[in-house]
């Protein structure tokens, strides 16, 4: 019994074990895994995504226009009663002196329902390339819309790499603080032993500059601190996270490996892929086909379709005379082929000059884009040669400051240092392996920026 116990309690503890092991490895993030829950979260790309499906509507309504058009207009209302004819009295026919009827507007004959409709189902013919025009440009403002898409997504992936990279530099920084920090400790209480025993070569002075060095490493410390929980706020808030605790896959920032593209294939690429590119195409496409529609609208429309209308009021008289119009009581319908126009030519001149001008600035916005993008992709690859480059000269810097730093903490136990020299190795190790983590975190965030800009980071 005693034993099934034992076997039971031991295979729920490895039950427990195995799914807390679980619970941790899925909160394990990589980087790529952050930015796909950030892509999937972020609510800035759901906004741009409505906007797709906006200029989607805009199109299907340019598309609708060039279909059937119904229009039916009916009523119900009260009129006035009519018995009997034409003639006064209520004759049908007379001779001699005949008078017409003046009691319209009398109430001898009592009130009437009065119902009628009127309908058209008419369809464009011709537009002479108004809808068509209106088409084309509806279809370009989807992809114009669907490239900020793009864009967003690469803002918010860039905003995680960012939060991603600024976190470990962060905790490393913080890691470093914390060990250059009991270093000191153990400098100082061995400071504070000599004093008290009278032994070793310290003096008031060494104890003064060993606690002033652990000052600054508090700040630094606090400092440090605070932007590693910032950063991890910002990362739980991109990927939306921000009750969970969250743990990255990397003990430690290490540098990305430099890419082996050339400036020239950076340059190629980001011509063939920067969705800006995208979008001035799309838009000069559709600025053109929005000059050519606001020209179209000196011409008519050209329309063909069924016309017709209804009338009964059921306590009055009908008049079957073909010459004389009885809105009372009636039916009527006709196939019918008509042109419209809608002229206006102050007002039409004035949007032609209007989307015209619009059209110039986008060709002038093109031509600075093909200028200037190459000039990003430019400035970005010689920001990350450069900075890849410090990254190897601090790596050999922050190791020899810190062989530096062993060897005066060891000379200074031995009593044959000062603290003073102590602490300014100390300073310089951590001055240098800082510089070496802040040129890592810089590094690979160009990394980033620089596939952004080539447009072939998402």
């Not at 799914?19 to 906004?47: N, T, W």
């Not at 400071?191 to 008031?204: C, I, Y």
């Not at 990927?239 to 890419?259: A, N």
């Not at 007002?347 to 000039?375: C, M, N, T, W, Y």
Request: proline residues 2%; glycine residues 8%; charged residues 25%.
């Amino acid at each position: 019994m005693a034993m099934n116990i034992q076997a039971s309690r031991f295979i729920g503890l490895w039950v427990l074990f195995l799914c807390s092991f679980g619970i941790q490895a899925q909160e394990k993030l990589s980087l790529q895994q952050a930015i796909e829950m950030a892509l999937a979260h972020d609510p800035r790309i759901e906004e741009k995504q409505a906007f797709v499906r906006q200029a989607r509507g805009l199109l299907q309504e340019a598309e609708g226009s060039a279909g059937f058009r119904y229009s039916v207009d009916s009523f119900l209302a009260v009129a006035t009663g009519l018995d009997g004819g034409f003639y006064e009295g209520g004759g049908d026919s007379c001779s001699g002196d005949c008078r017409l009827r003046d009691d319209a507007y009398d109430f001898d004959d009592g009130l009437s329902l009065w119902a009628g409709l009127t309908f058209s189902i008419v369809k464009p013919l011709a537009t002479f390339g108004r809808l068509e025009n209106y088409q084309q440009a509806a279809q370009n403002n989807i992809a114009i819309k669907q490239q900020d898409v793009s864009l967003q997504r690469d803002e918010v992936a860039l905003q995680v790499v960012k939060a991603y990279y600024g976190y470990l530099t962060a905790r490393d920084s913080r890691l470093l603080l914390e060990d250059t920090r009991f270093r000191l400790e153990g400098a100082l209480d061995l400071v504070e032993g000599w004093l008290e025993e009278g032994t070793g070569n310290a003096s008031q002075s060494d104890k003064y500059a060993l606690e002033s060095g652990l000052g600054l490493i508090d700040n630094f410390l606090a400092e440090a601190g605070g932007l590693e929980k910032i950063a991890m706020a910002g990362l739980k808030f991109l990927t939306g996270h921000e009750d969970d605790v969250i743990e990255l896959v990397e003990r430690r920032i290490q540098p990305l490996e430099l890419p082996a593209e050339s400036l020239d294939e950076w340059i190629e690429l980001a011509l063939a892929n920067r969705a800006e590119f995208k979008q001035v195409e799309a838009g000069l496409s559709a600025r053109r086909a929005l000059v050519a529609a606001s020209r179209a609208d000196k011409k008519p429309i050209v329309f063909a379709g069924v016309a017709g209308s209804l009338s009964y009021a059921p306590n009055r008289e009908t008049l079957d005379n073909p010459y004389i119009y009885d809105p009372f009581n009636h039916a009527a319908a006709s196939p019918l082929i008509g042109m419209r126009w809608q002229l206006g030519p102050g007002a039409q001149e004035g949007r032609i000059a209007q989307a015209q001008a619009e059209l110039d600035a986008l060709v002038h916005k093109a031509s600075f884009a093909r200028a200037g993008i190459p000039f990003q992709v430019r400035e970005q690859y010689y920001s990350m040669q450069a900075r890849y480059q410090s990254i190897d000269s601090m790596r050999k810097s922050s190791r020899s400051a810190r062989r530096w730093m062993i060897a005066s903490y060891s000379d200074f136990e031995a009593g044959l240092e000062e603290a003073d020299k102590v602490i300014n190795a100390l300073q310089v190790y951590v001055l240098s392996y800082a510089e070496y983590l802040r040129a890592v975190n810089d590094f690979n965030n160009l990394v980033s920026k620089m596939k952004s800009v080539s447009g072939v980071f998402q």
